[in-house]
């Protein structure tokens, strides 16, 4: 009954997306192609209304907003990127969004696809970064989250991979599109052998699984280079662009050995 309860409530909370529960709005980081120089994909990062952090707005979510705040996210990205024409641009739009937020796959994705629909905005653009993967309740949860976005065209991503629950014993059995190395791993890795070969062997295997790899958070020329020699063709960071408040900013590529 209560578990019953729960969903009966989320489903209320979540029904429209429209009303969000507190003001928030989106800046947009590039995701760059190093070796073809154009934007892959615009990662959406929720900022306060006055452009404070994300962990401001993070910082409100809780047990009772969690839903209305996971739709108005999905809303208020797809409305934005739809006015700043990003798909005209020939890149994707990632969302982050949270699977505890989704009590079930087929009834919570349809506001996605409602406000996409009108806004004209082509549903194969866009991906889902799953964030907090150890808030699971079951990998079959998980699972029936991927296969039913899948069934709309969406791509999925897993965020912050190497970290925590987020490994290879997750990849094993989630048919991910994408893998967003942790930054933790990223930091300084031209330093650090050992971090150097696990990217290296992580982009091998994602030739072997088809999925792409993605490194976030590099800040310097040194870290640039290393992943380029590591394979990895997909950046991100502020060596490219800082998340740019409501718009899309201005990539600068570094400059090729």
Not at 153 to 165: E, H, I, K, P, T
Request: net charge negative; with cysteine.
């Amino acid at each position: 009954m209560e578990v019953l309860q729960q969903r009966r409530s989320a489903c209320n909370a979540c029904k429209d997306g429209h009303d969000e529960p507190f003001p928030f709005t989106m800046a947009f980081q590039p995701i760059v192609n190093v070796e073809t120089g154009r934007v892959y994909a615009y990662e959406a990062l929720a900022r306060g209304p006055e452009q404070q952090s994300a962990g401001f707005v993070l910082g409100q979510v809780n047990n009772e907003n969690l839903y209305a705040f996971d739709q108005s996210c999905r809303v208020k990205a797809i409305t934005l990127a739809a006015q700043l024409g990003l798909a005209q641009t020939g890149a994707m739009l990632s969302i982050n969004f949270m699977p505890g937020a989704v009590y079930s796959p087929a009834a919570c994705i349809q506001l996605t696809l409602k406000t996409a629909t009108a806004l004209g905005f082509p549903l194969d653009r866009l991906i889902f970064e799953i964030v907090e993967v150890e808030k699971v309740a079951s990998p079959q949860h998980l699972m029936d989250i991927f296969n039913e976005y899948r069934k709309c065209g969406f791509r999925v991503a897993l965020d912050d991979f190497g970290a925590g629950w987020a490994g290879l014993g997750l990849l094993a059995d989630v048919p991910a599109d994408a893998v967003k190395l942790d930054i933790d791993l990223i930091r300084g890795i031209h330093k650090r052998p050992r971090a150097l070969a696990i990217v290296e062997s992580i982009a091998l295997l994602s030739e072997s699984l088809h999925f792409n790899v993605v490194a976030e958070g590099v800040e310097t020329f040194d870290e640039y280079h290393a992943l380029r020699d590591c394979g990895i063709n997909l950046m991100q960071g502020y060596l490219f662009a800082r998340p740019g408040f409501e718009s899309l900013p201005t990539v600068t590529l570094p400059e090729h050995r």
